[in-house]
């Protein structure tokens, strides 16, 4: 053996002891703040389910139309309800108070949304006085982040220790909320733990018969709904799967299949018989012509980046964000060739300041490019997308076009612009969703 190599051992050794003896004998009094999660059950969770009146919005989520209304999600609290039927002055009508709600869809006056880990429906023939089917409620479909409302403030206090008395455990319930607790113990300058989360709890799904005959009447989405209705089937979202009910002439949802999509998957967008899912790192292809079994097509890879999608009949256009969650600093848009689902190609990229949501319109895309505003980008040239005009909001995030308007929703407002003159776009009306 190599004396140099001989002497790096020495070191190492050296300082590992050195590194116990700091573990073990300099310790100093400090403050231990012990984390508890707070469980609730499925039932008491939906107790909360309350409508309410119009209240402020203070975070983004995602978007849909249905007749002449506009449901807006607040992330974790519920729906705002906005009645549009004078695009020129919408009416902020209520809020449906729904505890751990992020995706929203509608088939024919039923709600279907997201409940923490349960799949909950309200009846809202009345959409003034939703009336909720707890009945109909499916538990342990959807993951969940347990940390939701974790007081990450804890950590910033100098030379703070956490630990937890108890990790999240799915499997005892919905984490609701902690419990803290601050004791005064001697400690090691540099102890420390790690954990890991628990196993997922996993549903079974099965078939049943009792689906809803003929065309059913369903909502719009914005480009980063997880929800999605196709022909008697509600199509769904949970991390690497597409989980599927039936939904029967009840319009109660019956568990149905599960695809692993061999990716963490995001957005849903359907195309005729094509359905296309962005995910972290890529945009996959289904064939939906047969909404019971949908079969997967293809598959094209990018950068891992966080990647809603639509499509027109020969091109899907795909935004690429970088931030926080979206592990890449990389802010673009991809336009790729699906004339052939079984060749898909990347033909085009345009750089983008950090775009979300999209909508597309004859040769126009409509992109909400965070706080950058709107961009529409001039598609008639796949190969060479330019942008053609912006207009400065304080934060755009998603988009539906429902010609000749286009509904936009911000940070605290949402926004309608009519698009018949697309690149230019007049603005229709300005709604606070506010008290």
Known sequence: MKPQLLFLIAIFFTASCEWDSINTTNKEWVDVTYVTPVYETASSVAEQVVVEAPKEQTSLGKIITYE???????????????????SSNPINLSFLSIPGNLDLAIIDDHLYVDMFSSLAVFDIRDVLSPKFKESYTIEN???????????????????????????????????????????REKRSLYDYRYYNDGAIPDLALTSEDGNIDGVQQTS?????????PINGYLYTINLNELVLFQIGSDYKPSPWIKKNTQT????????????????????????????????????????????????????????????????????ELQIIDIQDPQNLSLISRKDMFNPHGLGIYDDHLIICDGTAGIKIVDVSTPTKPN???????????DVIIDYPNALIVGDTDLYQYDISNLPDMQLVSQTPILD
Request: aromatic share 14%.
């Open 68 to 86: 002449n209304y506009v449901l807006v999600n607040e992330p974790m609290k519920g729906i705002h309800i906005v009645d549009h039927t004078d």
């Open 141 to 183: 479909v959807f993951d969940y982040d347990a940390f939701w409302n974790f007081p990450f403030e804890i950590w910033e206090e100098p030379n703070s220790y956490v630990e937890y008395r108890e990790y999240p455990d799915k499997t005892k319930g919905i984490v609701v909320d902690w419990q803290t607790e601050t004791i």
């Open 220 to 228: 719009t989405a914005g480009s980063m709904t997880r929800f999605l």
């Open 264 to 331: 963490q998957a995001e957005t849903l967008f359907q195309l005729n018989d094509l359905l296309f899912v962005g995910s972290v790192n890529g945009m996959l292809v289904y064939d939906v012509s047969d909404a019971a079994d949908p079969d997967y097509i293809n598959r094209i890879e990018h950068m891992r980046s966080c990647d809603p999608v639509v499509a027109d009949i020969n091109y899907a256009y795909v935004t690429l964000r970088g931030g926080t969650n979206c592990f890449t600093d990389v802010n």
């Open 387 to 397: 942008i053609v005009n912006s207009t400065l909001i304080q934060f755009a995030y």
